[in-house]
């Protein structure tokens, strides 16, 4: 089963927007396994605009949980999704699939509702009952009204009886993601593993221990950590974290990344801090 986290990578529909560094060069309509070998930059020439709608739907991917037990069904739903251009995580049973959700990060979880160890309507429960808001899609093969009201009442935010047809299930899951919890409060705090920042205190620890970062190198984790799991491209930190619209073509990025790295991993068993090859950074508990 394959359960790993994956990048985000541009598919097909970027193939005229961005091209190889190095001088490599693919067909139109490569596929995302192919884009993944190299590192991606917009063309010099590349107008103004193209660039922003570049930027933009690198800024839309979701990261998804999928939860099935069926492996073909799973690696489908996989496939499907990563060539839509999102990141994918897998669990084959209700247990690993709630492990996963409860630690957070995700836009939509797709929860299959007969799944071995936790059934998917317990899953779904549990994770309402620890306040977890992650937006959930049920699919099942039970597809009558009793069914999906009880789906429903679970905690589920839509339910999608087998068979389907994808589009209408990326549609539905689109939906969700765009949707925010009413009167969420904003954090104050953030964890990632034994990595504690807090925004009010302007303070950073690990195991117990403090960590003095520049005003920059903290403005740079408080964004990775708000966005722990998922992958976050030069694109999104140079706007967020720099407040440029444009790449500046420095190692402005790296350099910060490097120290920080410095700071928060090299005395430490566990790094939290990785690089994700031809897409950018993650912040994550590797230990999990």
Avoid at 88 to 109: C, K, M, R, S, T
Avoid at 221 to 237: D, P
Avoid at 259 to 282: C, N, Q, W
Wanted: with cysteine.
């Amino acid at each position: 089963m394959d359960g790993g986290v994956y990048g985000l990578v541009p598919g097909p529909a970027l193939s005229a927007l961005f091209r190889p560094v190095g001088g490599r060069t693919f067909p139109a309509r490569a596929t995302p396994a192919r884009w993944r070998q190299v590192l991606f930059k917009p063309p010099e020439d590349l107008p103004p605009f193209l660039c922003a709608l570049a930027a933009f739907i690198m800024l839309v991917a979701m990261r998804i949980l999928v939860v099935e037990d069926d492996r073909d069904a799973a690696a489908y739903l996989a496939k499907a999704f990563r060539e839509a251009g999102h990141v994918v995580d897998l669990a084959p049973d209700g247990v690993q699939g709630y492990d996963l959700a409860i630690e957070g990060g995700y836009d939509v979880a797709i929860v299959d509702r007969m799944l071995p160890k936790m059934d998917g309507l317990t899953l779904v429960g549990a994770l309402r009952n620890q306040k977890n808001e992650t937006p959930v899609l049920i699919l099942s093969a039970l597809g009558q009204v009793d069914d999906r009201v009880k789906g429903l009442r679970a905690g589920g935010d839509d339910y999608l009886a087998k068979p389907y047809a994808f589009s209408e299930l990326l549609a539905r899951v689109e939906t969700l993601a765009r949707r925010k919890p009413k009167g969420a409060p904003e954090e104050t705090v953030f964890r990632v593993g034994d990595l504690i920042l807090d925004r009010l205190s302007h303070k950073v620890t690990r195991r117990g221990e403090e960590i003095v970062l520049q005003p920059r190198e903290f403005r740079l984790l408080e964004y990775l950590m708000q966005n722990a799991g998922k992958v976050v491209t030069r694109t999104m930190l140079l706007e967020h974290v720099w407040d440029y619209h444009f790449d500046p073509q420095t190692n402005v990025i790296d350099v910060h990344v490097s120290r920080l790295r410095a700071k928060i991993d090299r005395d430490f068993d566990a790094p939290l801090l990785s690089t994700v090859r031809g897409a950018g950074y993650m912040i994550r508990d590797s230990s999990r």
